[in-house]
């Protein structure tokens, strides 16, 4: 009976400390992007350009959490015909969503992510056959800006490919900053 009543006192004070890690259970992302194309033929007529990219991330467990964001970019691309060559400015959209595993460094000041998951690609002036479902995965590195570790300053890098034939793949880099609220329990 002792030895359980010691177990229930060390499990409830590990959940103190949980809850006391300045883990967020809700982020909110928004940074500036660049968007490289990689491969492929669908990508052949672009070069890279800038963007900007929204996300969310719901943290439902300490190394694990759900995300959601989007990217959308101005890429130059070119166009030629019989009259000569012409250099329009089409903008491309990306949306992800996945999971995503954190390992914190140095009491959490530091967090190394790897995400992975699905995306879907809107061409500017695109149909069904350029529109389509990819794969996406990304690592990031963050560091907590303030000492409750709320604000944070990251650098992420993401792929984006098709399965199958590759018909397309992308790379992304984007630096943000990521404000957490809602401790975890």
């Not at 900007?52 to 130059?76: H, K, M, N, S």
């Not at 944070?152 to 399965?163: C, E, M, N, S, Y």
Request: glycine residues 16%; positive net charge.
């Amino acid at each position: 009976m002792g030895s359980l009543l010691i177990r229930i006192s060390c499990g409830l004070m590990a959940g103190g400390l949980w809850a006391q890690s300045g883990i967020a259970l809700h982020n909110l992302e928004i940074g500036g992007a660049g968007l490289f194309p990689v491969s492929g033929y669908k990508t052949d007529a672009y070069s890279a350009g800038a963007g900007w990219r929204p996300g969310y991330e719901l943290r439902f467990l300490r190394p694990l959490g759900a995300e959601v964001g989007f990217t959308e970019a101005w890429l130059p691309g070119s166009s030629c015909g019989h009259f000569g060559c012409t250099h329009p400015r089409e903008t491309l959209k990306l949306l992800d969503y996945g999971l995503r595993g954190h390992i914190p460094l140095d009491a959490g000041r530091f967090d190394l992510s790897a995400g992975v998951g699905g995306g879907y690609i809107w061409y500017q002036y695109g149909n069904s056959f350029t529109n389509g479902s990819l794969l996406q995965y990304s690592g990031r590195a963050a560091v907590a800006i303030d000492r409750r570790r709320r604000w944070r300053v990251a650098f992420t890098l993401r792929t984006w490919r098709d399965l199958g034939r590759p018909t397309q793949q992308w790379l992304s880099t984007t630096a943000s900053v990521i404000f957490g609220m809602g401790g975890m329990p």
